[in-house]
């Protein structure tokens, strides 16, 4: 199951290279105490993935390792994580077929994939009853492989379910792992298709801000493509509850501390994911490439 809860990912590393075994080390006494915070090694450059929910959080995890742990460390650019989505249904055949000589591997496979509601996740159905369960395994390992890197921007795809309509076999050029190839090919062929879409995470935001600072902390939202739900007064304060895109808000913490002389408060709380409309000013949603470890 994916963690949708987890929305900020920052590669972290040591700055010598005798402290990686104590880094993780730390690392993994962090996550023991905390059920919210998440670390992994990204395959590809093997640098250390820290997983959180803000950048609060984030902050004091970093602290944590340089001040109890005597780490000197380096913090990437934090990256918001966002997911992928089934926009329609579609329905793709896709055949596997290689002949070398004598030997050859072949599978075909027909799948519906069909979007689902927020917040559902993913979920596999077997409609074809004349394919062997060995295969069908082969069908889902295929599909879970391409879906936890997505399609379309190296992001989890979510919110969707694969129904295996139709399989067809070859007694000898057919196995397990033909059928992993032809589901993952057919998964795949959603970008094609034009059928999947970016999703990013929209947070609701509440800010308590003195009244002097009111109208420019509301046009400070609207910068982001925050929608603000409401704006009523508290006491002596204006409280402003909006959702914004949380990659408009990676560093608002700072902004809003400095407009209002640290005067006004800031609550995030994740909302639902919705389509990604980017702006120029915003970073990319795709993975960054990071270089190796090391």
């Known amino acids: 199951m994916i963690d949708v809860s987890l929305l900020i990912e920052v590669a972290v590393a040591p700055k010598a290279k005798a402290d990686w075994a104590r880094l993780s080390t730390a690392l993994a006494i962090l996550a023991q105490e905390d059920s919210c915070f998440r670390c992994s090694v990204d395959p590809a450059s093997e640098l250390i993935i820290l997983k959180v929910f803000d950048e609060v959080q984030l902050e004091g995890k970093v602290d944590l390792l340089r001040r109890v742990h005597g780490l000197d460390i380096i913090v990437g650019t934090p990256q918001v994580a966002y997911r992928e989505t089934v926009t329609r249904t579609v329905e793709i055949d896709h055949t596997h077929k290689i002949q070398l000589g004598a030997a050859g591997q072949f599978a075909r496979v027909r799948i519906r994939f069909d979007p689902l509601p927020s917040g559902m996740g993913y979920a596999f159905q077997n409609d074809a009853e004349s394919v062997p369960s060995t295969f069908v395994s082969g069908v889902e390992c295929g599909l879970n492989a391409v879906r936890r890197n997505g399609v379309l921007a190296g992001y989890s795809l979510i919110d969707f379910r694969a129904t295996l309509i139709e399989g067809v076999f070859h007694e000898v050029d057919s196995s397990e792992s033909t059928f992993e190839i032809a589901a993952s090919a057919a998964l795949r062929a959603l970008k094609e298709r034009k059928a999947v ?32 739900l409401s704006a009523d007064k508290r006491s002596d304060a204006e409280v402003i509850v909006a959702v914004v895109p949380l990659v408009a808000m990676l560093g608002y913490s700072k902004v809003l501390a400095a407009m209002s002389n640290k005067r006004a408060e800031l609550k995030m709380a994740f909302s639902h994911y919705e389509t990604a409309l980017l702006t120029d000013n915003e970073p990319p949603p795709y993975r960054p490439a990071a270089g190796k470890r090391a």
């Open 197 to 228: 879409a970016l999703l990013e995470p929209m947070m609701k935001v509440e800010i308590v801000t003195p009244e002097e600072f009111l109208v420019g902390v509301i046009g400070a939202l609207n910068a982001r493509r925050g929608q603000v």
